[in-house]
């Protein structure tokens, strides 16, 4: 009884509660993704459509990092921070996500035509460039940092030599993406908030030498 009287109960319900509320806020700013999700009858075959149409996450992703670091700091008021963040850094979160974009489906094109044929041995190489793609841009939104040379290149050098913290952030990402696909309700109402809280977790580490 003494454990139990000891416990944060304020703290744990007011953290999840905030991430109740940074889900409904992410559903909200991702709905022009979602609701072509749920239209779509086969989205794997209209992949690049799809991975276009994902720009619209990179404004949410970085509004859900502003809200995980006010949150750190102990400012509880996650909704109005997200709002807030989403709307100041809008046109840069909309860059790196576009620019992401549309190198994946470059190279992810390139892998389809090069996979079974005489060019097969390069399919590995370009496996590889999509994932540092989707890690230097992780990195990207996590530091808040605007899209130019000289940051996506250290972002990019600095996914490399922590590999295994853009591995595992791929990882989670990949989980979340599929789950979302798989199992709607939970996918989009209860994963969100702890998987991207871990992503940012790793991407605040791994981006310290730009801070």
């Avoid at 276009?52 to 509004?63: H, R, S």
């Avoid at 097969?120 to 940092?145: E, R």
Wanted: hydrophobic share 65%; charged share 10%; aromatic share 10%.
């Amino acid at each position: 009884m003494r454990l139990l009287a000891r416990l944060p109960y304020d703290t744990v319900f007011g953290t999840v509660y905030a991430g109740l509320k940074i889900n409904l806020c992410l559903v909200a700013a991702c709905l022009p993704l979602l609701a072509a999700l749920a239209v779509s009858g086969s989205p794997l075959s209209a992949w690049p459509f799809f991975t276009a149409l994902a720009v619209v996450c990179g404004p949410a992703a970085a509004a859900a990092f502003a809200a995980f670091r006010a949150l750190s700091e102990g400012d509880h008021h996650v909704g109005r921070t997200f709002w807030a963040a989403y709307r100041s850094s809008f046109g840069r979160a909309l860059a790196v996500a576009a620019a992401a974009a549309a190198a994946v489906i470059v190279l992810a094109a390139d892998f389809q035509l090069a996979l079974g044929g005489p060019f097969g041995a390069v399919t590995p190489m370009l496996a590889l460039l999509i994932g540092l793609v989707a890690a230097t841009a992780t990195a990207l939104l996590a530091a808040a940092a605007k899209l130019t040379w000289k940051t996506t290149l250290a972002c990019a050098y600095l996914s490399i030599r922590y590999w295994y913290l853009s591995l595992v952030n791929l990882a989670i990402l990949g989980i979340l993406a599929a789950a979302i696909v798989a199992r709607p309700a939970i996918g989009l109402f209860l994963l969100p908030a702890p998987a991207l809280y871990a992503v940012w977790a790793n991407a605040r580490h791994l981006t310290t030498a730009l801070r």
